[in-house]
T-cell receptor
């Protein structure tokens, strides 16, 4: 079935370094969403991107949606220990007929060394 | 609005037993999705229910089943438990529109001995 590919699977950084995770799809996406799951917690919605080339910022986090609406990235500037967790992208993909299913990437686990 | 609630939060079972997990979505949400999460495996989609009907299904064996009630509350059942079923089971609710974001509950952590 259709998938959303996310890389890297793991990323370890020193506090203060930047971090980026990428999502790719072979099909054009209607939107892409990003979630964060803290260790021991559950995924929490961060943001949704809808428009081609869209860029949104949340403090040190910058989210981009590609011009072709097939890829997206999440960039964190100057990471802090509070950024630790797994970041998931997710997009609605056709699951047959007119049905769509919100499909998650495998996530990127970010660890930060203080 | 109250968030998504899941009960129980923790559960220990033995192989061969069955288990039922419950999820109450956010008020007004009509879609409930279930996921299995194990270390290193990401979020494995189990199924989605919308208005009491299963709308999407993942690639899990028939031992995993679910249902949704008229008040949108959902249950999932796992029969004949196996050691590999030990995982965090998450449910997520949404309004039911395909593009909408999902709101996750805290999960039920199941340990099968």
């Amino acid at each position: 079935g259709q998938q959303v590919m996310q890389i890297p699977q793991y990323q370890h950084v020193q506090e203060g370094e930047d971090f980026t995770t990428y999502c790719n799809s072979s099909t054009t996406l209607s939107n892409i969403q990003w979630y964060k799951q803290r260790p021991g917690g559950h995924p929490v919605f961060l943001i949704q991107l809808v428009k081609s080339g869209e860029v949104k910022k949340q403090k040190r986090l910058t989210f981009q949606f590609g011009e072709a609406k097939k890829n997206s990235s999440l960039h964190i500037t100057a990471t802090q220990t509070t950024d630790v967790g797994t970041y998931f992208c997710a997009a609605p993909l056709n699951s047959g007929g007119s049905n769509y299913k919100l499909t998650f990437g495998k996530g990127t686990l970010l660890t930060v060394n203080p | 609005k109250a968030g998504v609630t899941q009960t129980p939060r923790y559960l220990i079972k033995t192989r061969g037993q069955q288990v039922t997990l419950s999820c109450s979505p956010i008020s007004g949400h009509r879609s409930v999705s279930w996921y299995q999460q194990t270390p290193g495996q990401g979020l494995q989609f189990l199924f989605e229910y919308f208005s009491e009907t299963q709308r999407n299904k993942g690639n899990f064996p028939g031992r995993f089943s679910g249902r949704q009630f008229s008040n949108s509350r959902s249950e999932m059942n796992v029969s004949t438990l196996e050691l590999g079923d030990s995982a965090l089971y998450l449910c997520a609710s949404s309004s039911g529109q395909h593009q909408e974001t999902q709101y996750f509950g805290p999960g039920t952590r199941l340990l099968v001995l």
